[in-house]
């Protein structure tokens, strides 16, 4: 069964540096999203990706925070400076090409920032 | 509006009885409705769906019902098992946009 990868499992960094969080999402899948959670609260919406650009995005997805999808697989998460506020499980999730269909989530990062 | 907490409501159920989990969503324009499960450190698993065209809808062991008067969802689970434990969410979807809101998260304990 076909599935959204993410790597790397755990990131650990220091307050401003940049990270780039990568995700795999299912091949035929045309919608891309990153949400974050965290540490016991409810997931929250970053971004939505579709046609090569941001079809929508949050109020906590500000200037630090860009996305690109580099190649025909791969989709990218950069904080450019990260914050302690920051620390969070990132999740991307796709679908295809339905509308309202069902999200497809990743295992998430672990993204732990000193 | 949506309330955010570090504790989770929790539900216990005994192995073999039926679990019901509620949610209430905001936003009268949602018409579309996901429940996803959460185990420990994993990514949320995608249960099932209905469209605010429904009332109810089921699936394997488990069944949503859409009560759009009072905006509510539930989501039952029949024969409740302990691989059944885990963290619960609704989320809602309006037509042309593309992000899903979650609700805060019920934890299901199941007893042996």
């Known amino acids: 069964e076909p599935e959204v990868t993410q790597t790397p499992s755990h990131q650990v960094t220091q307050m401003g540096q940049e990270v780039i969080l990568r995700c795999v999402p299912i091949s035929n899948h045309l919608y891309f999203y990153w949400y974050r959670q965290i540490l016991g609260q409810k997931v929250e919406f970053l971004v939505s990706f579709y046609n090569n650009e941001i079809s929508e995005k949050s109020e906590i997805f500000d200037d630090q925070f860009s996305v690109e999808r580099p190649d025909g697989s791969n989709f990218t998460l950069k904080i450019r400076s990260t914050k302690l506020e920051d620390s969070a499980m990132y999740f991307c999730a796709s679908r295809g090409g339905r509308p309202s269909g069902e999200q497809y989530f990743g295992p998430g990062t672990r993204l732990t920032v000193t | 509006g949506e309330s955010v907490g570090l504790h989770l409501p929790t539900l216990s159920v005994q192995e073999g009885d039926n679990s019901i989990i509620n949610c209430a969503y905001s936003?009268?324009?949602?018409?579309?409705f996901i429940w996803y499960k959460q185990e420990s450190g994993k990514g949320p698993q995608f249960i099932i769906d209905?469209?605010?065209?429904?009332d109810k809808r089921q699936g394997q062991r488990v069944t949503v019902l859409l009560n759009k008067t009072v905006k509510h969802l539930s989501l039952q689970i029949a024969a409740t098992q302990p691989g059944d434990s885990a963290v619960y969410f609704c989320a809602e979807s309006t037509s042309g946009t593309y992000k899903y809101i979650f609700g805060t998260g019920t934890r299901l304990k199941v007893l042996a």
């Open positions: 936003n009268s324009a949602s018409d579309y």
């Open positions: 209905i469209r605010s065209n429904m």
